[in-house]
C-alpha cells in the first residue's frame, strides 16, 4: 500500500492565503490618514453647527450696536411777565357830602389814587370819606363795571348802585357827586358824564330823579360847601411849621381860622385871606406847632356878627406834628 501524502498546498490554500497577506503591501496607512482628515473635519463642522441655529447657515457673531441716548431739545426760556405799569393820580379831589346851615352840599377830600384815575376815583367816592364829618349815599356793595372816557365820561355801574336811603335833594346831589368826582379825576372840570347801570342808560333813580342824558357840573357857589381844607389830610402825620391851604368863597375873602389841641382847648388863631371875596379862591397860612394832635377849622366869616341863622359853614382837619 503506497504512504499518503499531505494534501497539496496549492495557491488557494489557507497557508498560501496568509502569506500573502503577509508579504502583500498595505493600503492601511492612507486609510488611518483620511479617517483623522474626516474626525478633524467633522469635528469642525460642528463647531460651525454650534453657532448656527437649527437650519440656519453659519453666520458670523453681528457687531454690537451702539446706541445713543436722545437728546433732550433745547426749550427756550419762558418770557418773563410783563405787567400794565399802573397809573397813579395824586392828590385828586373826590367828592363827598357834608351837612351845612343850608342842607347837603358836596366837599372835595383829596386822594392819591393807583389804577386807572376815573375807575379808582368812583369807587373811592362809593367806599366813603376818611373824614368823619363828611357822607357819601351810594351803596357800598356798588361796583364799577367800566368807564368809557370821552365826551360824555360813560360810567357802568352794578345793579347795586340803584338803592340808596335819600330824600329828592339829596338825590340830586348824588348826581353831582358822580359828576364831580369823574370831571376831577378826567382833568376836565367842564366835562360831561352819562351814568349807565348794567350796561343800561340809568333811567329812573332812587324814586326821586332820572339821569337819561350827560350831566355837567352846577355852578359850584350852589352844589359847593363854601370853606374847603385840602391840607393837612385828615389824619396825616408832618411837621412843622404845618401849611394849611384850601380853598373858600367867603364874605370879603376873611377866613377865621382855629387850631385846637388833643383836649379841644384853642392853642392858635387867626385870620386868612382868599385871593378873591365871595367866589372860591385859594388860601394858605403856615402855623408852628410842638409835636401833638391838632385839628384845625376853617370857618366863614359872619359879617352879621351872629344873628344869620344856623352855624357857619366850617370845614376840619385832625393831623400829628412829630
Known amino acids: 500500500m503506497a504512504p499518503r501524502r499531505a494534501p497539496s498546498q496549492g495557491p488557494g490554500s489557507l497557508q498560501e492565503r496568509a502569506m500573502s497577506t503577509l508579504t502583500r503591501p498595505s493600503s492601511f496607512p492612507f486609510l488611518a490618514a483620511g479617517a483623522v482628515v474626516a474626525v478633524v473635519g467633522a469635528l469642525l463642522a460642528g463647531c460651525q453647527n454650534q453657532t448656527a441655529g437649527p437650519g440656519s447657515s453659519p453666520s458670523t457673531v453681528p457687531a454690537p450696536t451702539v446706541t445713543t441716548s436722545p437728546s433732550t431739545p433745547s426749550i427756550p426760556p419762558s418770557p418773563t411777565p410783563t405787567s400794565t405799569p399802573t397809573v397813579t393820580a395824586a392828590d385828586v379831589p373826590v367828592y363827598f357830602m357834608i351837612d351845612t346851615r343850608t342842607g347837603l352840599r358836596l366837599i372835595p377830600e383829596r386822594h392819591d389814587l393807583t389804577g386807572e384815575p376815573v375807575r379808582s376815583a368812583v369807587e373811592r367816592m362809593i367806599a366813603g370819606p376818611d373824614d368823619p364829618d363828611y357822607t357819601s349815599p351810594w351803596n357800598k356793595a356798588t361796583t364799577v363795571l367800566g368807564v368809557t372816557p370821552g365826551d360824555p365820561t360813560v360810567v357802568d355801574l352794578s345793579a347795586d348802585a340803584r338803592t340808596a336811603s335819600i330824600g329828592s335833594a339829596g338825590a340830586a346831589l348824588m348826581i353831582q357827586q358822580l359828576v364831580h368826582t369823574v370831571t376831577a379825576a378826567t382833568g376836565n372840570p367842564s366835562g360831561s358824564v352819562l351814568l349807565t347801570i348794567a350796561g343800561q342808560p340809568a333811567g329812573e333813580l332812587w324814586g326821586a330823579v332820572a339821569w337819561t342824558s350827560p350831566q355837567v357840573r ?45 383836649t379841644g382847648a384853642v392853642v392858635q388863631q387867626g385870620v386868612a385871606h382868599t385871593a378873591e371875596g365871595q367866589t372860591f379862591a385859594p388860601y394858605s397860612f403856615t402855623v408852628q406847632l410842638p409835636p401833638g394832635t391838632y385839628t384845625v377849622v376853617a370857618t366863614e366869616d359872619d359879617p352879621s356878627g351872629g344873628e344869620a341863622p344856623g352855624p357857619r359853614m366850617s370845614d376840619s382837619k385832625a393831623f400829628t406834628v412829630h
Not at 230 to 247: E, F, I, L, N, Y
Open 218 to 262: 352846577e355852578p359850584a357857589l350852589d352844589v359847593q360847601a363854601w370853606v374847603q381844607i385840602d391840607t393837612p389830610r385828615q389824619g396825616a402825620t408832618t411837621t412843622s411849621p404845618v401849611t394849611v391851604s384850601g380853598q373858600a368863597a367867603v364874605f370879603e375873602a376873611t377866613l377865621p381860622w382855629q387850631v385846637l389841641g388833643a
